[in-house]
């Protein structure tokens, strides 16, 4: 930290991404919830056709990729935000909906970075407890005067609440604004997108990171009313107004289209998470009932650290969180089945270590 | 504006980027200071080579972008800050360096965004006039007391400092910050770049957009002392840890190492530059010297918007400036010969109209 920064911030902790070794490729890497396949072949296509425009900038309307997600979702174009990540969305949400005045609330255990975000706009933030089983409980966010977050699926829990649930959290906040958070939406969870006309205080955020293999060109989309909408806009306008490139635009938009392709990814998550899931049970872990593309796994005789840096001795990255309820578990991500495969293959081994 | 945004940002006005009609296909466009060339061969061939690995989330080192930065500019990446765009650093750089208790200041005739960013973060701004040549005087920034931020050259008046005023300016702020924006530094002027190990208070930002010819990647970098840049990484790290997607580090770092191309492109630029100098003094236009990719200048018979709204009507788009001192200006940026001879031929048959 330097003399000059604003001394707002000296305590500011901030986030930490899941570790990426500078030997990467000597790992399998099941750590960050990254897909196993490649984006689509029109994504990638779009991309090698739009790279010499690149001197050009961005188009501002946000095209091709808002048509593109209009026509998919149903929802017109006043309606949709893009942004450098989902990340960004809600780095803008908690600019545009909290302050002073406004806490925000969220999970005590959920994304982490809500929370770094509450200390960067100097928000008063309440977390509140998941219930024995890790769920989320809605009636503890009814009428809560705060900007509410959650993240439907959970991360890390891999659990999801129902359409109903989230409903019935939006209804009851009628004055405040209603994230939810679907990064992992996808995997098999209901979306709360139909409800945006329902209800003018709620916004949808989906990621192109994880059903849609593109964690690395950041790109997030956001649903919500028209004011809500125009509200990030207007901060979009005053700290990054190009803040999605032109490369992300095209691939975005392909990728959108080609909804064979993103079936095809997701179904194959799907198909290797139950069968994961089965194959742990076996091996004595509890397994949360996942609707993302990771499991939250518990050994009955191991713990989460030791299996953690057992597997990452092995070359297996995945993530182990500290915290009290958390530190058990582990969380893996989906990878390829032969990635599974292997990483099964070394569990087995460590456990029988153990025996 | 919804009823739940935070009433700080009530009368936030936001930026207005130059511009982009739907139909620009059909315009020759001179007005956003892109560049006419395609990115460097080297830069688009990383990009085909990198898009089927978007599967991933971006190097948090930011490599390879960053080693090449250090090795051409001979700063340690400890030094280098990289972001989406330059836009990023500068509302990065706010945040960090600007507060209640610390105002800004800048130029009254400059980037128009600086305006918007101390709106955004609620910061008491300072606008000091240019003198009556549209020079920045570097004494009138002196112990300021505030975050100084000065583009050199500057927009839209093209002039440049010399590193010697620069050196003055930071010299004589050693309790702040002075941002100096080099977006076009590369056009002819000295970069400060070479102070940062002297000065422990200065920041030096450039982009991609302009004479890498990359404006659609959004890409940015800045230099500075390892205590800023450490700040500017925790408000990253708590903003948007992976605001720099994998094309733009691939394209980035390429683009970088290609210096014959980057020297071809900034000469050109240059050549063009002072041919369409001359031919406009020749129409009786007082040219401002720039060491931009854009010129500055005033007809002596005709107003800046009656030129600039003639031009578009001919399907030519440059800039045109509200405001006392800017308004009898037009900004032209520079493009290929072709444009510019298409551009200086509409512009005699509209001056020959007022004679």
Redesign the interface.
Known sequence: ?????????SS?K????GE?P?NISEFI?LN?N??????SPM??KA??D????????????GEPLMSALSKRYGVPTSRIFTS??S??TL?FAF?????K??GVCFPDISYGFYK??A??CCVDAMEIPLDKDFKVVPEDYFNSGRTVVIANPNAPTSLALTLDEVESIVKNNPN??VIIDEAYVDFGAQSAVSLIDKY??LLVIQTF?KSR??????LGFAFG?E??I??L????????????????LV?GAASIEDEVYFKQCTEEIIRVREYTAECLKKMGFEVLPSKTNFLFAKHNAVGGEAIYLALKAKGILIRHFAGERTAPYVRITIGSMAQMEKMLYELEAILNEYK
């Open positions: 930290m330097s003399r000059f920064l604003n001394s707002r911030y500011l901030p986030y930490v991404p990426q500078k890497k960050t990254e897909s196993p396949f490649e984006p994504a990638i991309i090698n739009e790279a010499t425009r690149l001197n050009l900038y961005p188009t501002p309307t450098n990540g990340d960004e780095a600019l545009a909906f909290c302050g005045d406004k770094v975000y200390q960067l405040d604004v003018d205080n990171s293999n593109m964690a690395g060109e950041r009313g004011g809500i125009s509200d806009n207007a901060i979009r306008y005053s700290f990054n107004p190009y803040n999605v490139d032109r490369l992300a691939a």
